[in-house]
């Protein structure tokens, strides 16, 4: 049963990421470095707020805690910590890049691709076991991918690179958990900004005035950065990388009813048949959590009756 809470945590987190693309669009006029800077920016002075204002006795737990590891512990969380960071920002500016000046099919293509490297890298770099049905599911994915990359070939390689720093980075941070999540994604989203101060006076446009980026930028920043973001680091304390891996795909699903139906952006029969197929996979990897709360209901219901 606890492990439900972070399945619950990971779905959520995609769910959220799905209607990225609806913040997204409406401030594409805006240089993708731009919303990259204010992005981090706001996403480091809100969270930093909220952790010196909220979360003082958390702060100092976590310190004494990581001050009596010993130092090769401490030197792979350090290591950890800001790697993620460099990975998580590329992976932002990659992706925003995409969405506002190739399509968001491809965006949504890169979170297709990206549940199948996560189980790669997490197979490899950690040696996470994958029952068969889930190799299965990882076939059925792989499979959709394929399909869906033969009309898309300009799309790919912009897919490939969002998907596997996305994929490095929830592997890298399957292993950083010892610290609070929140105070670890306030670092790495402080690192980050720092490292990218002294580019913004050269790379930024002029200030924007407008209310709707601020609006839009309110909007990526708490509900599409800090939320899911959190969620999704939380969800790898108590889940394989792996198995958020897959649940990734929900993001890309809602993604793409969104070009269909809010961007109408045209898509064929043959894009159709490999969203449908992926939706299969997710129920088949994760079948052993659906069916079993399923088999224990009906167990439950049996029990009662023979009373």
């Avoid at 994604?185 to 924007?208: C, D, E, M, R, T």
């Avoid at 304390?237 to 993001?251: E, R």
């Avoid at 197929?277 to 029990?303: G, M, P, R, Y």
């Amino acid at each position: 049963m606890k492990k439900y809470k972070y399945y619950f945590a990971a779905f959520t987190a995609f769910f959220i990421w799905g209607f990225f693309s609806l913040a997204l669009k409406p401030i594409s006029n805006y240089p993708s470095l731009d919303i990259l800077f204010y992005r981090v920016f706001f996403s480091v002075l809100t969270m930093t707020a909220i952790n010196l204002v909220f979360r003082q006795k958390n702060i100092r737990k976590n310190w004494n805690n990581f001050k009596a590891m010993p130092q090769k512990r401490k030197r792979t969380i350090v290591v950890l910590t800001l790697a993620g960071s460099l990975i998580l920002a590329s992976n932002w500016f990659i992706f925003i890049y995409v969405v506002n000046h190739i399509n968001v099919k491809a965006g949504s293509l890169a979170y297709l691709i990206c549940p199948i490297l996560t189980t790669v890298f997490a197979f490899f770099l950690l040696h996470e076991k994958l029952s068969k049905w889930q190799w299965v599911a990882v076939a059925i994915s792989a499979f959709s991918c394929t399909l869906l990359s033969l009309n898309n070939l300009h799309d790919i390689f912009y897919s490939l690179v969002v998907a596997s720093t996305y994929a490095l980075y929830l592997v890298s941070q399957r292993k950083n958990s010892e610290i609070d999540k929140f105070l670890v994604l306030n670092i790495q989203l402080l690192f980050v900004a720092l490292l990218i101060l002294p580019f913004y006076p050269k790379y930024s446009g002029a200030i924007p005035t407008e209310p709707l980026f601020y609006a839009c930028l309110f909007c990526i920043v708490v509900f599409f950065t800090i939320v899911p973001l959190f969620l999704n680091l939380y969800a790898l304390k108590g889940i394989n990388s792996s198995t958020v891996g897959i649940l990734m795909y929900i993001n890309p699903i809602i993604n793409f009813a969104l070009a269909i139906f809010y961007f109408k952006e045209q898509v064929t029969l043959l894009q159709m048949i490999s969203y449908s197929l992926i939706l299969v996979s997710i129920i088949v990897f994760n079948q052993k959590i659906i069916f079993a709360k399923k088999n224990k209901s009906k167990t439950i219901v049996e029990d009662s009756k023979s009373l």
